[in-house]
């Protein structure tokens, strides 16, 4: 079964500018959440989405957001980008998105903001 | 709220020696706890979990945890190091509450010498 992947890899953005990551959950996985991580603030929540809805947000201003697909393919966007948004940006997915559940995590994106 | 510490930013052992990755956490509900490894370059890989019942949980590649409620701890140990288990690793805290959010620690980096 293949696993979390994440496009693309590494991706460099001007300030202002906006980026979209993609997130391939593992087959029949239906939610998928969204991680930051900073060598300063670590590993942080963004959000996570379960059959197209959002069902959980961190604290993160409203420049974040992110959508699900029917197909349970997530995306994530970031708007105006600034300086400190550079960051290795981590998908998971679960089966059924409990507490309880396995996480698997994909290889991540790192974004560089200049 | 949830919280993690780590305890301990950076660990060294021989090579053969015990490896023990100390980790509390902070809940005001049930938790359900998590130990994930981290390679360079690499997501996150789940070393074991512990959700209800054996206190004693057994994981991937020779690691264990304890779930001790009294002291809010679920510290991480292998008894023989490897030099392949030279990586960071991260305790998170969940519940059933949270759903998928997880809640790191800052994260421990093990070095192993030969």
């Known amino acids: 079964k293949a696993g979390v992947t994440q496009t693309p890899r590494y991706l460099i953005k001007t300030r202002g500018q906006q980026v979209t990551l993609s997130c391939s959950p593992i087959?029949?996985?239906?939610?998928v959440s969204w991680y930051q991580q900073t060598p300063g603030q670590g590993l942080q929540f963004l959000f996570e989405?379960?059959?197209?809805?959002q069902r959980n947000k961190g604290n993160f201003p409203g420049r974040f957001s992110g959508r699900q697909f029917s197909n349970s393919r997530s995306e994530m966007n970031v708007s105006t980008l600034e300086l400190g948004d550079s960051a290795l940006y981590l998908c998971a997915s679960s089966l059924w998105g409990s507490g309880r559940d396995e996480q698997y995590f994909g290889p991540g994106t790192r974004l560089t903001v200049t | 709220a949830q919280s993690v510490t780590q305890l301990g930013s950076h660990v060294s052992v021989s090579e053969g020696a015990l490896v023990l990755l100390r980790c509390n956490y902070s809940s005001s509900v049930p938790p359900y706890l998590f130990w994930y490894v981290q390679y360079p370059n690499q997501g996150l890989q789940l070393l074991l979990k512990y959700t209800t019942g054996a206190t004693l949980v057994k994981g991937i590649n020779g690691f264990e945890a304890e779930f001790k409620k009294s002291e809010t701890s679920f510290h991480l140990t292998k008894p023989s190091a490897h030099m392949s288990d030279a990586a960071e690793y991260f305790c998170a805290v969940t519940s059933n509450q949270a759903g998928t959010a997880l809640i790191f620690g800052k994260g421990t980096t093990l070095s192993v010498s030969s």
């Open positions: 087959s029949g996985h239906r939610s």
């Open positions: 989405y379960f059959s197209e809805t």
